[in-house]
């Protein structure tokens, strides 16, 4: 994270910072979590000055930002033109959510035959203009940071803000779903009911809801830093498990994160018609290849 | 983007960005001799191909994935497809469960139509840009929608851990249920918000509205003893009145080549409008007593079927039924004898609708020998609502088109947000162009 203010000159009223929110392909539901900080709403846009966000208000502007909230994936030729014209446009660039940060559940498609899959839900699918793939903002511009999650956590949203306007480095913690589980006393659902679970190595975020609701994690904050899949994979296998499930765990919302990315296409693939032969299911499709 | 051919001298308007919409789109109105002779709303959203995403997936793992087409009404997408399921899996669902599914459902409305009528639409009716300006000059108001806002959420996150994507919608029931005491904790929040509803209620009777108004063709679920929201039989205005399965021997889906989303009509090639306006007209002596009597004294109950605009009143008129059915469930709730009822998995085609706080949400799903789906097909509210709004543009140009640009541009955006389309649903800005081509 870098320093965030414009130095004030001694005396100066501090310039509030020119905040813009943008999507891409997604469901809106990360910058709506903007809006679900009903408490705090009203305080923190007149902490900013709010100059893009369009969901939400009809003044409108393409830039120059202090900081930009990226949500969404990259997934048509004009969204790769425009993620490259925002980051010019923006000191601060932080992507929120699985589209943004991983490519989404859109990601998927990144396994198939992008004509078949377009063919089947468009009559004539020479009027819509998509890319064969749907791909992270990472994978097309630098980003300074994220939040992660399908939708991020609003207490994250709110950390990251406030931390922002005050010029101060956000405190979001990287560990696994598990160590949150342990914390609040979830009964792990993993070991009591074997209950298939990503929690260990999925990254922290959203509270550990799922285990607290009775059910595994399904990974949508994505893999947490050194996730040893591998292990866990083999775990899963251990009651005969067939490789196919396993591999439907993965291919969740952050599907395309590595190293999901690599335990979905060692099990096979995800579920779904199987890929045209030939075809390398995770080759580098666009931009640049460092996720 | 439009490519439209463009005659010599033509009056051409072209702007971009109509705001406070879920979603991206564009307008293009085509204008010979002072008349409409073309209206495209064309959505711009990013196509995601959710169709084919479920391919190979299980039920649960659908309503997982489905939630995600919006992020704004993901419990919409989790209810037609949950019951779609059952109903055709053969699984009898708790009663106490089908009452935590309305509640689920209640709180969906609640931040849904509390979000559109506050901070979407309210400012068109001050003459402001944003729920941030009209803070500044009426800020109880916009306090008031927010903490109306803010017991929708509660709602969903209680029953479902996080108030958007919730977790724990499983086919058969929940993969955990409330606990009573969980539920009463949130009852002073429900009264209070009982009270803003009916505030809200008289705040929007008294706006102003342009003078527009037409017949449109409106369709909706009904059901016996309920307000539409999880069972009903499809109806219209004009004497439909059909399984919910069979949205498709009515309706057909249509590529538009202005569009990525698809549009659908009536199998006579009619337009129709679904959503708030719709359910008031054609279910309303279903409303919750409170709601019903708020809707008496706003007078609006006839004006709500005509005038686009007074959508607002019809999304107000169910913020006020949610919440009180809300707290009407919560008081009757008691915790089933288990939360999910087993079920095994089969082939065969599930089909239902639901209606989203946007209108009727139809889902069909074949599923293979393994129960598996192998076909989906997903109709969004916004996306059969689009013919609708095309024609209503086409009917209210002639009353703009003698502003300056800026001013029509507004008038139509304004329009436009007062069916509160979802375009994330239907496949996000809207991009205004006016051509005059006479």
């Known amino acids: 994270m870098l320093a965030t203010r414009t130095p004030t000159p001694r005396g100066a009223a501090p310039r509030r910072p020119r905040l813009g929110v943008v999507k891409f392909a997604s469901c809106d539901g990360c910058q709506l979590t903007l809006l679900d900080l009903e408490d705090q709403l009203l305080d923190l846009v007149a902490a900013f000055d709010l100059v893009e966000f369009a969901e939400a208000s009809s003044h409108r502007s393409s830039g120059p930002f202090d900081i930009v909230l990226v949500e969404g994936s990259i997934s048509t030729p004009e969204q790769a033109e425009e993620i490259i014209r925002i980051r010019s446009q923006a000191t601060l660039l932080v992507v929120i959510g699985a589209c943004a940060t991983a490519g989404g559940i859109q990601a998927l498609r990144n396994w198939r035959d992008h004509e078949i899959v377009r063919r089947a839900v468009y009559a004539d699918p020479a009027y819509v203009d998509a890319l064969a793939t749907s791909t992270p903002i990472s994978d097309h511009v630098t980003v300074d940071a994220e939040l992660r999650g399908c939708p991020i956590d609003p207490q994250q949203l709110l950390e990251l803000l406030t931390a922002l306007a005050v010029g101060r480095r956000p405190q979001i913690p990287n560990e696994a779903v598990c160590l949150e589980c342990k914390r609040q006393g979830t009964v792990c659902v993993l070991v009591a009911r074997n209950e298939p679970c990503l929690g260990p190595v999925t990254h922290t975020g959203c509270g550990a809801i799922c285990p607290a609701f009775a059910r595994g994690c399904y990974g949508c904050f994505g893999p947490r830093e050194a996730a040893n899949t591998g292990s866990l994979v083999a775990w899963f296998g251990r009651d005969g498990r067939p490789a196919t499930e396993t591999a439907a765990l993965f291919s969740g919302f952050t599907a395309y994160a590595r190293p999901f990315r690599s335990a979905i296409d060692d099990l096979g693939g995800p579920p779904g018609p199987a890929a045209p032969a030939g075809d390398t299911p995770s080759q580098e499709v666009g931009g640049d290849a460092r996720r | ?438």
Request: aromatic fraction near 6%.
């Open chain 2, 1 to 438: 983007m439009h490519g439209g051919e463009v005659a010599v001298g033509e009056r051409r308007f072209d702007v971009t960005g109509i705001t406070r919409v879920e979603g991206e789109g564009s307008l293009r109105l085509a204008v010979r001799d002072g008349n409409v002779t073309e209206a495209h709303l064309a959505i711009f959203e990013a196509p995601r191909y959710f169709e084919q995403l479920v391919l190979g997936r299980t039920p649960d793992d659908v309503l997982d994935i489905v939630a995600r087409i919006c992020g704004i009404c993901p419990v919409a997408y989790q209810m037609s497809a949950v019951h779609a399921f059952e109903d055709l899996l053969g699984v009898v669902i708790d009663p106490s469960v089908r009452a935590l599914r309305r509640l689920l459902y209640c709180g969906e409305w609640i931040e849904s139509h509390a979000l559109h009528v506050y901070l979407l639409h309210a400012p068109d009716f001050a003459g402001l840009a944003s729920a941030v300006e009209l803070a500044r000059v009426d800020r109880a108001a916009v306090e008031r929608g927010l903490a109306i806002k803010r017991v929708g959420n509660r709602l969903v996150s209680l029953l479902g851990g996080r108030p958007i994507h919730p977790v724990s919608v499983r086919v058969g029931g929940f993969s955990r249920v409330p606990r009573a005491a969980d539920l009463a904790q949130i009852r002073p929040e429900l009264d209070d918000a009982l009270r803003g509803a009916l505030a809200t209620m008289d705040w929007v009777a008294g706006f102003s509205v342009p003078d527009f108004e037409r017949d449109p063709l409106l369709v909706s679920l009904r059901h016996a003893t309920d307000y539409p929201m999880n069972e009903g039989r499809i109806v219209s205005n004009d004497g439909m009145d059909i399984e919910p399965g069979a949205w498709e021997s009515a309706f057909q889906e249509q590529q538009v080549p202005w569009s990525h989303a698809l549009q659908a009509r009536d199998r006579d090639g009619r337009a129709y409008l679904l959503g708030p306006a719709s359910r008031v007209t054609l279910a309303g002596e279903q409303l919750h007593p409170l709601a019903l009597a708020a809707l008496d004294r706003s007078g609006l109950a006839t004006a709500i079927a005509r005038n686009p605009y007074w959508g607002i009143a019809a999304r107000a008129v169910e913020i006020v039924h949610a919440v009180a059915v809300a707290i009407e469930i919560i008081d009757g709730y008691g915790e089933p004898a288990r939360p999910m009822e087993p079920w095994a998995p089969g082939p065969g085609i599930a089909a239902w609708a639901t209606e989203a706080p946007r209108g009727l949400l139809f889902h069909r799903y074949r599923l293979d020998e393994r129960g598996r789906i192998a076909e989906a097909s997903i109709v969004p509210p916004t996306s059969q609502n689009q013919a609708a709004i095309e024609a209503d543009l086409t009917a209210f140009a002639p009353m703009v088109l003698g502003l300056d640009h800026a001013a029509a541009t507004h008038r139509f955006e304004q329009l436009i947000r007062s069916y509160d389309p979802c375009i994330s649903c239907a496949t996000h800005f809207l991009d205004l162009r006016v051509e005059d081509q006479s």
